[in-house]
């Protein structure tokens, strides 16, 4: 069983930046990590991930403005989140699984932690 953490959301103004974190427990290898949000009114979509060798992957609409990043020592995954804008408002949740579900998602969620970019 993996137990995932966010942290760093929060409330942030149009061309703001953000960094979220995402702790892993549970596991001391785990093959893919990654970023999805659910925007209000809509469903949960994929925003980025991450394998242990350090492969990324991105939606086409936060391409250029998000980054993401891991530490496999510290099990840890980041989004770095800048340009932000108005339809960046989520709620971001963490992801975990292998490799082949890194777009659909793994079977392991964390809690979700909400971005509101203020226009």
Not at 91 to 109: D, E, L
Request: net charge positive.
């Amino acid at each position: 069983q993996v137990q995932l953490v966010e942290s760093g959301g929060g409330l942030v103004q149009t061309g703001g930046s953000l960094r979220l974190s995402c702790i892993a427990s549970g596991r001391p290898f785990i093959s893919a990590m990654g970023w999805f949000r659910q925007c209000p009114g809509k469903e949960r979509e994929f925003v980025a991930s991450i394998t242990w060798s350090g492969s990324t992957t991105y939606a086409d609409s936060v391409k250029g403005r998000f980054t993401i990043s891991r530490d496999n020592a510290r099990n840890t995954v980041y989004l770095q989140l800048n340009s932000l804008q108005p339809e960046d408002t989520a709620v971001y949740y963490c992801n975990a699984g292998t490799i082949a579900a890194q777009r659909s998602g793994g079977p392991y969620w964390g809690q979700g932690t909400q971005v509101t970019v203020s226009s």
